[in-house]
Every structure is written in C-alpha cells, then in structure tokens.
C-alpha cells in the first residue's frame, strides 16, 4: 500500500470533506464536554435542538448565518488571489459606520432606493478601509496580515469613540449605541415572528454573483491566475498589483455589506456588540467550502447552526457557550488535513 | 514639552515601560525564533491567550508560581507541536493555520475559564509575583530602579534575549536553526532533519509565547480578563519585522514599543477633557504599521519562511 498525489480530488471527496471535518470536530468537542461533567450526547442533542429544532430555531440559525455569508465570501474572495485579508471584523465595522452615516435620517429615501443605497455605501466604507492595506503592500511591500489584523483593533477603537461621543443617541438610555436607521432604511423581516430578514437574500444574490465573477470573468480568471502561480501570471502579463487591488474591493466591499446587514436587519443600530467576532469565523466558512462562492452558503449556515445550537445548549445544559468557537476552530484545522489529504489516493499493491 | 522631557527622566515611567515590555521580549523572541526557523506563527495571538489562563489557574488552584510557569510553557509547547504538525509535517497554509490555532487557543481558554469560575462578576484574583530587588544594582539612580526592580519574570525575560542571541548566533544547533528558515536543503545535505528541527523551534517559540501570555495574569495583573491579550501578539509579529529577526533588536524595538505604550497612558490622563482617549489607545497599534512601513521595504525576511520543506525536495 502506498500513497500517490493526484491532481484533482473527485467531487464527491471535496463536497464529503466539509462534513467530516465538522464529524471530526464534533468528536473532539465531546472531550471538552466530558471536561465540564456532562454526556456530549445529551449536549449534542440540545445543541441540534436549539439550532434546527423548531421553525424559530432555524430563522435564528438563517439570520446568524447572513453576516458569515458576507464574510465567508470576503475570505474567500481574497484567499483565492493568496492576499490575506484577516481584517473582514474591521471592514465589516466600517460598513456599519458607513449604514449609520448615511441611514439615520441625512436622506430619506423610498425603501426600494435607500436600502441599495445603504449597502453601496456599506461597500464602499469596507473598501475604502482595506485600500491601507493594500496601498501599503503595493507600494511599500508592508505584509498585509498584520497590517489588516491591526486596523481592526484601530477601528472598533474608533467605533468606540463615536458612540461614546459624536454619534451617542440621547435615546438609549446611556447605553453606548448610535441612532437607529430610519424606517426606509430597515431590511423587512422575511418571516414573521423572527428576527431572518431580507439581508440573507442579498447575502444569496452576492454568492452567486462572486462565483459568477470567477468563473467566467477576465477579472475573475485573473484573480484564480494569481493565486496559482503569481511569476506564471507576470509573465502572462497579469497585473499583479492591479489583481491584488480587484481582490481588495471585492473582499472588503463584502465585509462592509455584512455591516449593513447587521446594522440595518438584525440590531436596528450601530453598537460594539454588533458582531461577536464575524470576521474571523468568516475566514472558517471560507475554508469549509474549500474557498468556493456557493459552498460559502452551505457553510455559515452549518456553522452558524453551530452557535445558535450551542447559545442553546449552554441554556439548558451546564456547558460555556464556547463550546461553538472550540468546534468552528477545531472544523476549520480538520478541513485544512482533509484537503491536504484528499490530494493523495491510496495505491494497493506496488 | 519641558513636562515630557521631565517626565521621560522619573523611575516610574522606565518601571512600567518595562513592566509593559516585558511580556512583549518573550513572545517577540518566540515568534523570532520560529520565523528563523522557516516558520510564521500566527498563532501568537491564541498561545499568549491561553498562556495568560493556564497560569492564572494553575496559581488559583493552589499551585506555586514557577510551577505555573513550567506549566503554561509545557501548554504553549503542546500548541506549538500542533501547528508544527499542520505546518511543518503537512505543509498547510501558514497563514491558515496560524489563525486556526490562535481561534482554537482562546477559544479554549474562554472555555476552560468559564467552566472552571462559572458564575463570577467580579475575576477572581491571585497573589502575582512581587517585585524582587537585585542588590547592588538596583541601586544605581532611575536605571536601576526602573530595569532591577522588577518581578522574577522580568529577569528572566533579559535572560532569555542573551541567551536567544547566544544560541542564535554561536552554538551549531543555532546556525542549523537559521538554516532551516534561509535554505533548509542545505541542512538536509548536512543530514540533519530539518522537520524535526522546525518543529523544535516552533515549539520554544510558542513556549516563550505562552510565558509572555502568563506574565500579563501572574505579575502584572492578579486576574484573567476576557480580551486581555488585545492584539499584542499581532504587535509582536510587527516587532519581529521591526528588529530585522534579531534578538536585540527585539529587546530594543519592545522597550522602545512600550515607552510609546507608557507616555500615551500617561498623555490619556492629562489630555482626557481635550482628546477622547481612544484616540490615544490607537497610538500602539498605529505604531506598529509605521514600524513596519519603515523597514518594509529592505525587510530580510528569512528565505525560506512560508515555504513547507518536503524531504528529498530540490530547488
């Protein structure tokens, strides 16, 4: 018996690996679980209650998912062309910003104009921020992890000091939060009694329009081109600067729109709490679904189910909530040996 | 300005700039000693997370201090061994992984804490390592005071940077580290293992990382809060590029980072009515961009560094 490399996994073994990375995940998880004195089949089953148990359960676990779709997609996005773009928790606070700057009442709109409006302007805040990074790296070859990861800790600084000042609302009883969006702003709820909202269709249209972007654009091609091979893509005659720059846009632009969606679907209002780190569990979807557009969806909903789940679970069973970062984290290294796996077949014989 | 440059001249300042650095030299140096070897460790962040809690607990459940210590660097270690595993052994995505283990890291420590001080609104506290006089030299005005009037960690701290720099620069294991990080098929040639040694230096790195978490829980706080951390492990991965991947230059780049840190605290206080202070708490991290937007560009990153070795390979 011996190992060969292959060139191509069969799609079945790549759609198969999300799922057994999650298995794995959940096997291990089971360990913690014995830690904390309690039956990880009683805490699983309470787990997958609260996630997909009721009608309720499952809108809660859809309108959790929206924020990772955006972010999962900035991830992806970005990782494709190799640019590491870890600061989608940022981004994703600039486009909430930038929902509040222009949402709360500088310009009433009709819905069908100002909820366009309110992600153009998403985007853009998201995008603007990530051109740092990215000027940076182009022009001074100033490495982009730590220089995204950094800014983040910067903007919620900011964010922290517009709420507590400037853009405090008189209303909220001195809790530090902003204004809420003005009614023509708000995203409809798309079921009733729930808090799923119409972001997670947008959420829908952007991963068909990525997956369409790479598949079958020039900029797309290059964008795959350079994540390759960046010396064959030069010689090809391939910007890279310029594909480095399309990928920037398109990722922070995505991370903005989860802002948006946060802000004027889920909370109505910009806080610190907006996001309980969205951003880094992004980089986690997009590695789940082996950094495809369409596999982004089929990911955040899984692992979102996982948080709702386990939010659930602590509830009714004496386990820490953090329980769903230790499984995400734990799914996101498995899929990481999965695919590294499943480029190898196992010969019999000589 | 006279205020400043009177303020720059009193012990109080150089203390807590130290107090500041300290946990900064170790997971500068850990990270150091890792991207020498060809390997980038971004899960800094998580291991300094985790180093902070299983310190603080093993003190909480009656432990002895050093003993604590062995601890949280036998815990950094067993993360290290895992990343060495995805990154070394596997060859996966460094960048992945890094941030991989640094969510599984805090994740576990949040986790762990919570289990174990279930219902607390106010962190439980524990008795830290005290400041310990070195004689003679402590008596030497301001400098001593403020570099020989510290907790033991502390000391260990300037240990280590010799001791990295001797082991670096003038023991053979030290040359064969730096090669596996500048050109590890001629560590292979020698017939030395160059897995084993990555893996050997992503594990004391991450040792070193664990500690510097520790020393933030055992000396200079009593108590594990949630987000403590804050990006100093991010900062760290600046300072490394900073120092140009020497461990004096680590040392400097961590105090100079730190009288930075110490006069924006100060400046907070003074300037709270005119400027918000966030404004000033953005001050560290703003730094570290321009840190690194300084030396981008004739940055020597060690060759070999995001590169998976794979026995046999020829370039």
Redesign the interface.
């Known amino acids: 018996m011996r190992l060969k490399t292959r060139r191509d996994a069969p799609v079945w073994l790549i759609a198969l690996l999300p799922i057994l990375s999650i298995g794995v995940a959940f096997i291990i998880g089971a360990f ?1 679980i014995i ?2 004195g309690e039956s990880p089949i009683t805490a699983y089953i309470a787990l997958i209650k609260g996630s997909l148990g009721s009608t309720f359960a499952i809108t809660e676990s859809l309108a959790r998912a929206t924020p990772l779709i955006f972010t999962g997609l900035a991830a992806a996005v970005a ?1 494709r062309a190799k640019f ?1 773009n ?1 600061g989608a928790e940022g981004q994703l606070y600039c486009g909430a910003m930038a929902a509040t700057l222009v949402g709360t009442g500088v310009i009433d709109l009709p819905a069908p104009i100002m909820i366009p409006m309110l992600f153009i302007a998403g985007a853009l805040g998201g995008c603007l921020i990530l051109l740092v990074p990215v000027v ?1 790296k182009t022009h ?4 982009e ?3 995204t ?6 903007i919620l ?2 964010v ?2 517009l709420l ?2 400037p853009w405090k609302d008189p209303m909220a009883m001195g809790w530090p939060q902003a204004a809420r969006i003005i009614d023509n702003g708000v995203l409809p709820t798309i079921v009733a009694k729930s808090r799923l909202h119409f972001g997670i269709i947008i959420a829908l249209v952007m991963s068909v329009v990525m997956w369409a972007i790479l598949r079958f654009t020039v900029w797309g091609y290059e964008i795959r081109a350079v994540g390759y091979n960046q010396q064959a893509s030069t010689f090809f005659g391939i910007s890279i600067n310029k594909s480095v720059l399309m990928v920037a846009l398109f990722s922070g632009g995505l991370a903005g729109m989860a802002g948006v969606s946060e802000v004027a679907g889920l909370k109505g209002y910009l806080t610190l709490t907006l996001s309980p780190g969205f951003g ?1 569990t992004g ?2 979807v997009a ?1 789940l679904a082996q950094l495809h557009p369409i596999g982004v969806i089929v990911s955040a909903i899984f692992l979102a189910s996982i948080y709702v789940g386990a939010d659930a679970m602590s509830r009714t069973v ?3 909530n ?2 769903a ?2 499984l ?3 799914s ?2 498995s899929v ?2 999965g695919a ?1 796996l499943a480029r190898f077949r196992i010969v019999w014989g000589k | 300005m006279m205020e400043l440059f009177e303020m720059m001249l009193t012990a109080g300042l150089w203390a807590s700039v130290i107090r500041i650095a300290t946990p900064l030299i170790f997971a500068t140096l850990g990270e150091l000693i890792c991207e020498r070897a060809g390997v980038l460790n971004l899960g800094i962040e998580g291991i300094m997370t985790i180093g902070a809690m299983a310190g603080w607990i093993w003190v909480y459940q009656g432990g002895e201090l050093w003993g604590g210590v062995v601890f949280v660097a036998i815990v950094g270690m067993l993360f290290g061994f895992l990343h060495s595993i995805l990154v070394v052994y596997l060859g996966l995505s460094q960048h992945v992984s890094g941030i991989g283990i640094t969510l599984l890291a805090s994740s576990i420590s949040y986790y762990a804490y919570t289990m174990l001080i279930p219902f607390s609104t106010t962190p439980p506290k524990i008795v830290p390592f005290s400041a310990f006089e070195v004689p003679v030299l402590s008596s030497i005005p301001i400098i001593g005071e403020a570099f020989f009037n510290q907790s033991a960690l502390t000391y260990l701290a300037y240990i280590l940077v010799i001791v990295t720099f001797y082991v670096l620069y003038k023991m053979p294991i030290g040359l064969t580290i730096r090669m596996a990080g500048e050109n590890p098929v001629a560590n292979e040639a020698q017939g030395i293992n160059v897995l084993l040694i990555r893996t050997g230096a992503v594990m004391a790195g991450s040792a070193l990382m664990a500690i510097g978490g520790a020393f933030l829980t055992m000396s200079a706080f009593d108590a594990f809060y949630f987000g403590m951390i804050n990006g100093r492990g991010w900062i760290c991965i600046a300072l490394v590029i900073f120092a140009s991947w020497r461990p004096g230059k680590a040392f400097l780049g961590a105090i100079l980072f730190a009288l930075f840190e110490a006069l924006q605290i100060r400046a907070q206080l003074i300037g709270a009515d005119v400027i918000p202070y966030q404004i000033f708490s953005m001050m560290p991290y703003f730094l570290s961009i321009v840190a690194m937007m300084l030396v981008a560009r004739r940055a020597a990153y060690p060759k070999a560094l995001l590169v998976p070795f794979r026995q046999g390979d020829r370039i």
């Open positions: 913690f830690w904390a990782f590491w870890i940076l001074m070859k100033v490495d992890v730590v220089t990861l950094l800014l983040n800790f910067v600084l900011f922290n000091m507590e000042g880094y980089i986690a590695m004496n386990i820490p953090y329980i970062d230790i995400v984290a734990i996101l290294l990481l040996v590294m």
